[in-house]
């Protein structure tokens, strides 16, 4: 696992040394590193719906904010992006596909906050564009969601056509007002140390949760 503290802020996410994070036993050794018993989970199901941490079992969901301090969130991933919104008084965790990105999940998150100049954005291990080929029915979708496509998002080779989910995110956030973007992402196809979807890691799950302390 990595654990990045900026300020206030912690972030942590797993690796594939860590376990599958699907297994609440695992999820406890890693919690417990951090002094945590438990970490609040959405019911993750490709929305863009976005709850307070309080309603996390109400309703299926794809993100949950707190204000309240040294309450981790999280999400469990395997090549979707998890994105993490703060401006050191409410904390949003994001779990973001293409449905749930193309569908404004971030843009709901980001209307959570009222300075958009002080939230700064995360975007954790997830599948990137040296790996991550889309076919043709995918651009179908990009055209119903109104994703125009160019060079970033979009490129073309010999085996067909990888995409960019996290350009998609960072031009998504900046149009909503947030310009402190940091991509940590590394790619979890062509990484050895992630659980990949599109590798046929089908019920493994990275976890990766934030928290906000006092001081
Ligand atoms: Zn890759």
């Known amino acids: 696992m990595k654990h990045i503290s900026i300020g206030k802020l912690h972030i942590v996410y797993t690796e594939k040394s860590d376990g599958n994070m699907r297994d609440t036993e ?13 970490v609040y989970l959405p019911k993750q199901k490709h929305t863009n719906n976005i ?5 996390h079992n109400k309703k299926d969901a794809d993100g949950l904010y707190t204000d309240k301090k040294n309450t981790p969130i999280g999400v469990l991933t395997a090549d979707c992006m998890p994105v993490i919104l703060t401006d050191s008084k409410t904390i949003v965790v994001i779990h973001a596909g293409w449905k749930g990105l193309f569908e404004g999940i971030l ?5 959570l906050f009222k300075n958009k100049n002080n939230v700064f954005c995360f975007i954790g291990p997830s599948a990137k564009d040296c790996c991550y080929y889309v076919k043709e029915d995918f651009l179908e979708n990009t055209k119903k969601y109104g994703i125009k496509l160019n060079k970033r998002y979009l490129k073309r080779d010999k085996e067909g056509f990888r995409f960019s989910l996290q350009e998609v995110a960072k031009d998504k956030l900046k149009n909503k007002g947030v310009n402190h973007i940091v991509d940590f992402s590394k790619c979890t196809i062509c990484s050895e140390d992630f659980f990949s979807y599109r590798n046929g890691d089908f019920n493994e799950r990275i976890l990766t949760f934030a928290w906000l302390t006092e001081v």
């Open 107 to 111: 843009e709901k998150g980001v209307d």
């Open 26 to 38: 695992n999820r406890k050794k890693v919690l417990h590193a951090f002094g945590f018993e438990s």
């Open 51 to 55: 709850l307070p941490v309080e309603e």
